[in-house]
């Protein structure tokens, strides 16, 4: 019999262990009335085709866990149409040996030893620079093969369009593109599928595919499911839970830069509507077909920054509004700011000095802040305005910064002006200023390159001696022209 008990506390454990993990590009949420029913969130690994993209997975565990593995379905598939990987298939298999869905060799098989990081961990390295070699037969390959490369290029092209611009579009309310829901699959069952919302609408099942060295890709299996009334409710309130959702947001004003090199890389590398090319291991609707549309991708990345920008306005106003109401968030925010304000404007934090004002002095939930560069350093002279927006939410939703003085630094968004910080405790405001000042000062910085907001001045600051001088030159020379754009 399971130890019900002792499961619930495992899983509780490994929860809180992810979640307190110092790894950006993991993230996990679950909700109090069903602890074995997880969202999991992995962000894609830098320098592959699926750089910061927003991959999400439904994750449930099992009553005798962890004598028994979870059960993980990607929900990131442009719903239910798109197969990121040799190993994560359309309709949200994920094909690994540690959770019984892929044979392995010996010692590759679940243990009770492993838990929920070391199945994320795993599902991430799937997440390659060359995820051909993933499919059986085709280990071999190498990236710069015809193949692999083109495997890599239409993955990089989806990944911005599905789990970037379409999942953030969704968030906010914008855009025409219909798939900007997750695909949350039902129980399965032997003939036939229904759509993932939940209507009657049948379709054939798929038919197992065969590539030129006679290997099957099993998609048949997986991909059939009934219709179910209650599934099929419980569904459609987990595709409207999003915990992830203000992560992703920030992250995506973090990687703006980045989503936008991107784009203007793959607009001079492959022509308007070009076909992406099909591999042998793939079928519809197993597979990833399209083309390339690098140019329409570019003016939706700018339309939700337009969103972003507008979302946080909104903020302020309905800052406003909780002010006239006198709510408790907005009077603590207002006694906070008067704290605050009193210890850095009269005070100072390690030789450097930040001060604190209301643009409206009736309205705590907008700050500005002067930030004075440290003396004997390259930041030595200069003078920055920065903005600091509280949404109406916190500390369910986090503040936003922004310098709107420029600055080359490499936790500094070079389009953006986001500030890429870490508080140490994500509901105190004062935490925040204490974490903006590290961020700009930098005396210590943790390499990371899932913290990557500038590339240029991140490419610098880690490229060695020459490159650090480099980066030196450029920060001095921002701190000595900042006076130019303070008033």
Known sequence: MANTSGAIARITRE???????????LAVAVRDSDVRHLRALIIGPPE??????????????????????????????????????????????????????????????????????????????????????NEPGFETYKKDEPNPKA??????HETLRIAVIQRLEGLLGIGNDRSNYLYLPKRPRTEGTFSPAGKDEYKSPPKPTHDSSGSTTPTTEPSVYEYDAEATFNALDQAHWDPFADLMKRRFLWYYDTYMHTIDTGIAQHRQGSPFKRMEFESPP?????????????ARLTKIKSALDDEQKLWIAKGAKQVQDSTQLATQLAFQFKQLALRWNEGSYDCSRME??????????????????????????????LTLAIPPNFPDAQPRVAFQTPIFHHRVGGTTGILCYFPRKEDELAAHLVGIVEAVEGAEPRYDPRAVVSPEAFGLFWGGEEGRKGYGRRLRRSAQE???FVG
Do not use: H
């Open 286 to 298: 197993n597979a990833m077909e399209g083309s390339f549309d690098y140019k329409s991708l570019r």
């Open 151 to 156: 495997y890599v290029e239409k993955i990089r």
């Open 356 to 385: 604190l004002s209301l643009p409206d002095p009736t309205n705590p939930f907008s700050w500005n802040l002067t930030f004075f560069g440290k003396p004997m350093t390259n930041l030595d002279g200069g003078i920055w305005n």
């Open 15 to 25: 929860i809180a262990q992810v979640q307190k993990n110092t790894d950006l590009s």
């Open 482 to 484: 900042s006076g130019e």
């Open 48 to 133: 592959t085709p699926y750089e910061y993209g927003f991959f999400e997975f439904e994750v449930k565990m099992p009553k005798d866990y962890p004598i028994k593995s979870p059960q993980v379905r990607a929900i990131t598939t442009n719903g239910g149409r798109t197969r990121f990987n040799p190993n994560i298939y359309n309709e949200g298999k994920v094909c690994l040996s540690i959770l019984g869905t892929w044979r392995g060799n010996p010692g590759e098989e679940w243990s009770s030893a492993q838990g929920l990081e070391s199945v994320m961990v795993s599902i991430q390295s799937l997440m390659s620079a060359n995820p051909y070699e």
